[in-house]
């Protein structure tokens, strides 16, 4: 893909150390691109990545993160988003693993991160830890990813209930992270409906956005502090840009006890589709008719000069034969012409193209998703009394 100075699309973003730290070591990076001047228009890849381990370098981690999962983004031809992603998810946390092996003062560092590529006006995602990734439509928004976290898991698992969440002492516990000894698993569920299974997530992946669509992306230190509905009634009420600063406000007023990262982008108004490929170079396809009609006529005229000379050459050996006593009849069979022996070649058809994945336009209606978890070993939220 080409890397372009400019996105095509509406895109905000906003990034706070908040009240009580240092530093940030949250990152987030957007990037544009084009496939091509016959491929699909718009093509932009979001990843906000939340570093962890404190004084261990989290911030390097976390850069880390957003420069190469973007990188290898770049390098693919966007045929095979999904793997694409893992490949590109799984590679950073490799390396940062490899940085804090040789650096005995980054030892211990850490990333999450969540990913947003649209291509045209499909989205596909992924995730590894607790940073989020929200679709928010007409009036309704859906958290599309699930949190990597103790607390996560003991919620479905029915051992705790979402209102005890904050007060938990394994609030802070994560289960997947980039830098990781094993590689994480990277989630590509894209879940749009409570009700859905695993599998039926991840078949979401290339969800079909509608015109005007927004997708935010966020960090443990907005939604510590700030609910779904929230975030909903930011976006509802202004732009992308107003409502992020709106978000991080809220956040700061309510503690700010983490980093806050917010990035948002709008779906495309119209899209323009690539090309059918049979409409390419279109000469070509007259050339090669016009050689193939040459060939055939050819054919026909040796397999007709060639039946006159044998008939000729037979009538005249009969008419010089001596003593003819019966008239001879002999049943000939022409040999067949080059044109008939020739072994018919099928047209050439479409390539049947692979079925677009949840083409659904519409949305569930709003369902609480329960309390935002946030990760260990950051630590961010102050232990309850």
């Known amino acids: 893909m080409i890397r372009l100075k ?28 084009s496939a091509g001047p016959e491929g699909p228009s718009p093509i932009l890849l979001a990843v906000l990545s ?9 911030e390097i981690a976390a850069e880390m993160a957003v420069n190469i999962i973007s990188q290898v983004v770049e390098r693919s ?7 694409t992603l893992i490949e590109a998810i799984q590679t950073a946390s490799e390396a940062i693993r490899i940085q804090a092996l040789h650096n005995p003062e980054q030892a211990g560092m850490g990333a999450t991160c ?3 590529w649209m291509i045209g ?20 928004i859906r958290r599309l990813s699930t949190d990597h976290t103790w607390i996560q ?3 479905e698992n029915g051992m705790l209930r979402p209102e005890e969440a904050n007060t938990h002492p394994n609030a802070h516990v994560i289960r997947r992270y980039l830098g990781s000894p094993t590689p994480p698993e990277v989630d590509l569920r894209l879940r749009i409906s409570d009700l859905e299974s695993d599998a039926q997530a991840e078949a979401n992946q290339g969800f079909l956005l509608a015109p005007g669509d927004t997708v935010a992306l966020t960090s443990d230190g907005l939604t510590d502090l700030v609910s779904d509905a929230e975030i909903l009634a930011a976006f509802q009420q202004g732009d992308a840009e107003t409502a992020c600063h709106t978000l991080v406000d809220l956040a700061l007023e309510r503690g700010g006890h983490d980093n806050i990262t917010l990035v948002a982008f709008k779906a495309p108004a119209e899209v323009r589709l690539a090309r059918p490929r049979q409409r390419r170079n279109p000469a070509w396809r007259w050339v090669a008719a016009g050689c193939a009609g040459v060939l055939l006529v050819a054919a026909l005229a040796g397999a007709i000069l060639g039946g006159w000379l044998w008939l000729r050459r037979e009538s005249e050996a009969f008419r010089l034969s001596p003593t003819p006593t019966h008239s001879l009849l002999v049943q000939t069979t022409l040999p067949p012409s080059p ?23 519409t949305l569930p209606g709003f369902e609480e998703n329960g309390a935002t978890i946030t990760p260990w070993p950051t630590n961010t939220r102050p232990a309850s009394p």
């Not at 400019?6 to 691109?33: C, L, M, W």
């Not at 607790?130 to 009036?139: A, H, K, Q, T, W």
């Not at 070649?345 to 049947?352: I, L, N, Y």
């Open 6 to 33: 400019y996105t095509q699309v509406p895109v905000a973003a906003i990034s706070h150390p908040g009240r009580k730290r240092k530093e940030n070591e949250d990152r987030y990076g957007v990037a544009a691109f």
């Open 50 to 58: 939340d570093g962890i381990g404190g004084h261990r370098a989290g």
């Open 77 to 83: 031809h966007a045929d095979h988003p999904p793997a």
């Open 114 to 116: 969540a990913c947003a």
């Open 121 to 140: 006006n499909r989205l596909y995602t992924a995730t590894v830890g607790d940073s989020r990734v929200y679709l928010i439509r007409g009036g309704q």
């Open 153 to 155: 898991e003991a919620i």
């Open 339 to 361: 044109a008939a022996m020739e072994t018919p070649v099928p047209a050439r058809g479409m390539t049947p193209t692979q079925p677009l994945l949840a083409t659904s336009s």
